[in-house]
């Protein structure tokens, strides 16, 4: 079934690395996704990775993918009072079209 | 800026009343899902429309209900309205040959009294 998870809270000081985690149970998986969500605010697309694929880079983010452990990760290089914001992974199925399942939000919150 | 709108921003409604909620995505997306946001969790999938037909559809009653129009404007309709209803409703769009990435609108904060 359908099931993706994420830890709650981060925080992290001003110019660190963010580490956001995610693990999913289905392995069917096409695409996963994470999105930023600002208070009051939608979804932001960050980025994506393709399943058959192991990362992603794109400026200060990169994508990990460990399909064996069902694991995706996001790190924020360089992290700025900015990003601030809850992080939601989210998936996609082959038998589910481009339906977005996802996670609970990891709430991520930048110390100057 | 993803070129999705929502309106109106928030809404308060009373139980058992019936809401309609729009969407309008850019020129070319005839694919629009809309998700549910209870506060403190993830978008919940509700239904999806393509070429103005329904197109997958989450677990959510028959009391929620969807409309897709020509000009990539869609609707959710609401009825028989419940305090658990209450949640920020997104719509989210894709472009033709690119389904899979989806661009979401601001939200709709509905609130049930």
């Known amino acids: 079934g359908e099931d993706v998870e994420q830890s709650l809270f981060l925080s992290v000081r001003e110019g660190d690395s963010s580490v956001i985690n995610c693990t999913y149970t289905d392995s069917s998986s096409t695409y996963l996704y994470w999105y930023k969500q600002e208070p009051g605010a939608g979804l932001q697309l960050l980025t994506y990775?393709?399943?058959?694929?192991d990362m992603k880079q794109d400026q200060r983010l990169t994508v990990l993918l460990n399909k064996k452990d069902k694991h995706l990760s996001l790190r924020i290089a360089d992290t700025q009072t900015g990003d601030s914001a809850i992080y939601f992974c989210?998936?996609?199925?082959?038998?589910?079209?481009?339906?977005?399942?996802f996670g609970g939000g990891t709430r991520v919150l930048v110390k100057p | 800026e993803t070129g999705v709108t929502q309106s109106p921003t928030h809404l308060i409604k009373t139980r058992g009343q019936q809401v309609t909620l729009r969407c309008s995505s850019q020129s070319g997306h005839n694919t629009v899902s809309w998700y549910q946001q209870a506060l403190g969790q993830g978008p919940q999938f509700i239904f999806q429309y393509y070429r103005e037909e329904e197109n997958g559809r989450g677990n959510f009653p028959p009391r929620f209900s969807g409309l897709q129009f020509p000009n990539y404007s869609s609707e959710l309709n609401v009825n028989a309205l419940e305090l658990d209803d209450s949640a920020l409703y997104l719509c989210?769009?894709?472009?033709?040959?690119?389904?899979?990435?989806?661009?979401f609108g601001p939200g709709t904060r509905l609130t049930v009294t």
């Open positions: 989210a998936e996609t199925l082959k038998a589910a079209g481009n339906k977005l399942t």
């Open positions: 989210a769009s894709s472009l033709v040959g690119d389904s899979w990435k989806q661009y």
């Open positions: 990775i393709f399943s058959n694929m």
